[in-house]
């Protein structure tokens, strides 16, 4: 069975830092791996995804993530953060064939606090 | 604009009561998907149809049913064996796997709070 840690609750962060979002996760054979964004009382809205090829993958709002085979991680990264980044954000992992496709887990999420 | 719509956004339900979820989208999508979530719990899947007339259980399908009569349509019944029913709901669906990723598009929720 599949499985996504993300290991901090929560993060806080400076406006104007970078902000790092962790996530680590665990699948039979090759994964497609995807970060959400939930603002209070929304649906999840879709920010990127790994599906082969380039480590560093770019998607919505100035977001990238990081695929890392090795440590089996796909961490959420953005240079410069801004106030309104402030929201939950999630991680979740399917495999790319075979029983369970159809499963996308989630981890249980990261609050992401930016300070002004 | 393509897209999924939930409704009611927000119901409220006595014990006992059976109630029903209404998710429908215009994206075309084959498979779609119910979610539970719950406050730092991250989101459990019910139940999930890769086809019209046909689904499966999911991670906690108990004292929850759907049907899939129609492509856009995808209803979720709550009903009085559900324990604890208080929770954001969340319909989602997405391309099959294998055509794409499968990245899912989600609704914006409804939230049952039984009284």
């Known amino acids: 069975a599949q499985s996504v840690a993300q290991p901090e609750d929560q993060v806080n962060v400076a406006e104007g830092n970078p902000l790092t979002v ?6 039979s054979g090759n994964p497609y791996l995807f970060w959400y964004v939930q603002y209070p009382n929304r649906g999840l809205q879709f920010l990127l995804k790994y599906i ?4 560093l993958v770019k998607g919505s709002y100035g977001f990238e993530a990081e695929f890392n085979k090795s440590q089996t991680s796909f961490h959420l990264k953005k240079p410069s953060a801004l106030v309104s980044d402030s929201a939950l954000y999630f991680c979740a992992v399917r495999p790319f064939s075979g ?5 996308l887990t989630f981890g249980k999420g990261t609050k992401l606090s930016v300070i002004p | 604009d393509g897209g999924i719509t939930q409704s009611p956004k927000y119901l409220f339900r006595k014990e006992g009561q059976n109630v029903t979820l209404s998710c429908e989208q ?4 084959d498979a779609m998907y119910w979610y539970r979530q719950d406050p730092g719990q991250g989101l459990r899947l019910i139940y999930y149809s890769q086809i019209v007339n046909d689904f499966q259980k999911g991670d906690i399908a108990e004292g929850y049913s759907v049907s899939r009569e129609k492509k856009e349509s995808f209803p979720l019944t709550v009903t009085s064996a559900q324990k604890n029913p208080t929770a954001f709901y969340l319909c989602a669906s997405s391309l099959t796997p294998g055509t794409g990723a499968g990245e899912l598009f989600f609704g914006e929720g409804s939230r049952l709070t039984v009284l």
């Open chain 1, 99 to 103: 029983a369970g496709s159809y499963q």
């Open chain 1, 52 to 55: 082969t090829g380039d480590n």
């Open chain 1, 22 to 27: 962790k996530c680590t996760y665990s699948v």
């Open chain 2, 26 to 29: 215009n994206l075309n999508h």
